[in-house]
């Protein structure tokens, strides 16, 4: 779980300072997801987590982005 959480905030930060290429990052965060829904009962909606983050490049508060983003991962930590 730290390692998928620690993915994602990296994937806000390329956001925040404008990187263009973060199609590692959205693999190796899926990848963690998808180990962590197959080992334990944690599942995130991998579709919704990446549209909250893609929308970082399309609208001007980042700070609510940021916010939902982390609400999506961090709901599923609450039902475990």
């Known amino acids: 779980m730290i390692l998928a959480y620690y993915t994602l905030n990296d994937l806000l930060l390329g956001k925040v300072v404008g990187d263009k290429e973060n199609k590692k990052e959205n693999s190796q ?7 962590l829904a197959n080992e334990t009962n944690f599942k995130v909606n991998i579709d919704e987590l990446k549209g909250s983050i893609d929308k970082m490049g ?5 700070e609510s982005v940021i916010e939902d983003s982390r609400g999506i991962f961090m709901e599923q930590l609450k039902q475990l």
């Open 29 to 35: 965060l899926e990848t963690v997801l998808q180990n």
């Open 58 to 62: 399309l609208e001007s508060d980042r």
